[in-house]
């Protein structure tokens, strides 16, 4: 594969620059460093710009920060965040992985090519969706998980977010922006026990407003796609 970085522009550049910077700030400025923390921080904003450029690469990236993510919420059992990432975003990351790969807008390229739902696949989505959320919801309340009305939403917006990106559509960074804002909320709750887990507040404000970039991105891209 092409050196990820070698179809940065200038403002790919000073997005990711700044997003590193102000994740890697709010870790030390806590003076309670977490390195799970710090370093599923900085690889997840990472991920993002590179699948917001639809390179492989975010997948990578992605199955890395999943497993330093649920570490993090291990040590604060948010075991709905753990079992999500570990369970669900991780193997369709894995999945996404050899989709994208197979699916290049252009034969030896980075860019994946966009694709839009069948109806079919649409109906099969909001149906997963259900039967997901609700078999966690049993699960998440079985193991006591802290604030679970809102880790609950987060399994089926991370789940949306996960099934778009398999499938490589647009609408993927909408889910995951969706996903964003529940997770704000959730480590906030957390964050009033343990001021450490402030920088996975600053994280995710980051991602949300990386994955807003992303679906522009995708959607421009997606423009140009059916263009040629």
């Known amino acids: 594969m092409q050196n990820p970085f070698q179809n940065f522009k200038k403002h790919d550049w000073v997005i990711w620059i700044l997003s590193v910077i102000i994740v890697t700030t709010s870790n030390i400025l806590t003076g309670e460093i977490q390195i799970f923390t ?3 921080t900085v690889i997840g904003v990472t991920a993002l710009i590179f699948v917001a450029k639809g390179n492989v690469w975010g997948q990578i990236l992605t199955v890395i920060f999943s497993i330093l993510y649920a570490i993090a919420s291990l040590q604060f059992q948010y075991y709905g965040e753990m079992i999500t990432y570990l369970g669900m975003t991780m193997p369709i990351a894995v999945l996404s992985i050899v989709s994208w790969i197979r699916h290049p807008y252009e034969k030896g390229g980075s860019e994946v090519k966009i694709h839009k ?7 099969v989505m909001w149906l997963l969706t259900a039967v997901v959320t ?3 919801f049993f699960i998440l309340q079985a193991l006591g998980t802290p604030n679970l009305a809102v880790s609950t939403i987060s399994i089926a917006t991370s789940f949306l977010a996960s099934y778009l990106m398999l499938f490589r559509n647009s609408y993927y960074a909408l889910a995951y922006a969706a996903n964003d804002i529940v ?3 959730l480590w906030i709750l957390a964050s009033l026990t343990q001021i450490s887990y402030v920088p996975m507040v ?3 404000s980051i991602f ?3 994955d807003i970039y992303g679906f522009f991105s995708w959607k421009l891209r997606e423009k140009r796609q059916k263009q040629f």
């Open 202 to 204: 600053i994280c995710f």
């Open 38 to 40: 710090l370093c599923a």
């Open 208 to 210: 949300l407003l990386n």
């Open 134 to 136: 609700a078999i966690f």
């Open 117 to 123: 739902l069948t109806k079919l696949q649409t109906g």
């Open 183 to 185: 997770l704000i909320v």
